[in-house]
């Protein structure tokens, strides 16, 4: 079928679907509905928003199974890792969404001096964009698309979905789930297609896109949204950096390692792509990687297994083309990058150097290169060595000098003695810095993200006119002079007023009573001193 997208699983070949591509034409129209909806939907207090979101969980519960089952067999993870990874998040988000949603898009008042807005209340309130596109990509195809879209969905918005290609049939479960809520019709569509219908979608002029993939696809995606212009928040790759210090548990480190590199076959954009090791233990801890790699389990056995496989061929060849770039370099392996399918066994590399691609580049594969540093200085010099920052993790048992390197790392998350579960804290806001992207979503941070903030001033001045409106008086600059000396100006508040008395007190008949009596109490006080 030339208009539909053939899915093939990655684990045995099998034919999975063929799933309808959207009509480049329609997607304007579907846009132009989906703000149709959106304004209904937003007309909802945040309380109401959550109430009709709240079955979510219960409907993700009843098909938990069925859910891991089809992430089986269309990315290739295992079944436990499709559990932890895409289901577990999924919940924990809603949860903390239906708890906090509410209070986070309060209306919140905001601090205002009497001295510069006299009679006047300030506050700021949340509204949300209007039509969110959300651009899904393979890895994490349930987690990466349902946390965003429930974001913003609680924040307002429509959503329009752009998943990958590759995993139609978990798009398919996700929209079969928001079909079970009482939502507003076209609240919530999904485009299918490829860049056609990508670039489509963005040119339909969507309020927001949120984009989630690689730095190539993020580039287009901005460049493409600049001509519109329309915001964009992108969540692009790492090359995370793991760091041991010589204090370190080695065993849990060791343990930690070999896990944030082959979670779900490398494929994760906070995977540990760099290991740096105290050089004191550096040997040591290289044997107890070595000899802990031959534990994993890879595919899907009988009794399962801890490892599942890469659900790209083409993210393989890239893999590939790193490795045989170290070994020309003078890098050494655990053993050779090759495939049988979709199924690669997991590869350490060891004397490897920045110089190299592996230590540059996003791997986005089950390929762990571990390298010795010197000092505290050096390993946060190596760390920082890259144009990506997206997430990073230090081993030690000195906290305070964990927490010291912590602070110097130019990332947009990290953790001590633990890794990639920080990024599931789901109060925690998550995103990178410098080429990993911009904007956070996750938190409260993150529902604000999907929002925008509007600010508001009530006057309650009872005068006709104000001191700043036409006509200014002869002595207008004079006044105002004087009155930035009393706000701003050296010296303590007496003699600020003391020195500027006649420019305060031609501006107090246009105070409010209570401003021209704090004024009056001050006067008192600085003539009795």
Not at 9 to 17: H, M, Q
Not at 114 to 135: D, E, N, Q
Not at 270 to 285: A, K, P, T
Request: charge should be negative.
């Amino acid at each position: 079928m030339s208009d539909a997208i053939r899915v093939q699983s990655p684990v045995d070949g099998r034919w999975l679907g063929d799933y309808p591509v959207t009509d480049p034409s329609r997607i304007a129209d579907m846009v132009s509905e989906g703000r149709s909806a959106a304004r209904s939907w937003s007309a909802l207090t945040p309380e109401e928003r959550s109430r009709k979101l709240a079955p979510l969980k219960a409907a993700i519960m009843r098909r938990v199974d069925e859910l891991c089952d089809c992430l089986v067999e269309t990315c290739g993870k295992v079944k436990t890792e499709a559990l932890l990874s895409e289901i577990y998040p999924v919940l924990d988000m809603a949860a903390y969404y239906q708890q906090h949603a509410a209070s986070i898009l309060r209306e919140k008042p905001v601090a205002t001096s009497p001295l510069r807005f006299p009679a006047a209340t300030a506050s700021i309130c949340y509204r949300p964009y209007g039509v969110v596109a959300v651009i899904a990509p393979w890895n994490f195809p349930f987690q990466l698309s349902l946390i965003p879209m429930l974001t913003a969905l609680h924040a307002g918005n429509a959503v329009m979905l752009k998943p990958s290609e590759l995993c139609m049939p978990v798009t398919g479960q996700i929209m079969s789930l928001m079909a079970e809520l009482d939502l507003p019709e076209n609240l919530v569509q999904c485009v299918t297609g490829g860049p056609v219908q990508g670039e489509q979608l963005v040119d339909a002029g969507p309020d927001l896109v949120f984009f989630t993939g690689g730095l190539a696809g993020g580039r287009a995606v901005m460049a493409r949204a600049a001509q519109h212009p329309i915001p964009v928040m992108l969540e692009l790759g790492g090359k995370d950096a793991m760091i041991v210090l010589e204090d370190a548990d080695l065993e849990r480190a060791c343990r930690a390692a070999l896990y944030g590199a082959f979670c779900n076959s490398g494929q994760v954009c906070v995977s540990v792509e760099r290991l740096y090791v105290h050089h004191s233990i550096y040997q040591r801890f290289l044997a107890m990687l070595q000899q802990n790699l031959d534990t994993i389990r890879v595919g899907h056995g009988k009794d399962g297994g801890d490892m599942g496989i890469m659900t790209s061929l083409a993210q393989f060849a890239i893999l590939e083309s790193q490795y045989q770039d170290a070994l020309a370099q003078g890098a050494m392996a655990s053993g050779p990058m090759e495939r049988m399918g979709h199924k690669v066994s997991p590869v350490l590399l060891w004397h490897v150097n920045h110089d190299m691609r592996i230590m540059r580049e996003e791997s986005f594969g089950p390929v762990l290169p571990v390298m010795p540093f010197e000092s505290d200085a050096d390993a946060v010099r190596l760390a920082n060595d890259s144009y990506l920052g997206l997430n990073a993790s230090i081993w030690s048992r000195d906290e305070s000098r964990a927490l010291a390197i912590a602070h110097t790392l130019e990332t947009g998350n990290w953790a001590i003695n633990d890794v990639l579960k920080n990024v599931g804290h789901p109060a925690l806001p998550f995103g990178g810095v410098k080429q990993s992207g911009f904007g956070r979503y996750h938190g409260a941070e993150g529902l604000l993200a999907f929002s925008q903030s509007v600010s508001g001033l009530i006057s309650r001045n009872p005068c006709v006119t104000e001191p700043n409106w036409f006509p200014y008086p002869p002595d207008s600059y004079a006044v105002f002079r004087g009155f930035l000396d009393f706000c701003h100006g050296a010296s303590c508040l007496p003699i600020r007023l003391l020195r500027n008395f006649s420019a305060v007190r031609s501006l107090m008949a246009y105070a409010s009573f209570s401003y021209r009596q704090f004024f009056q109490n001050i006067s008192s006080w600085i003539r009795i001193r």
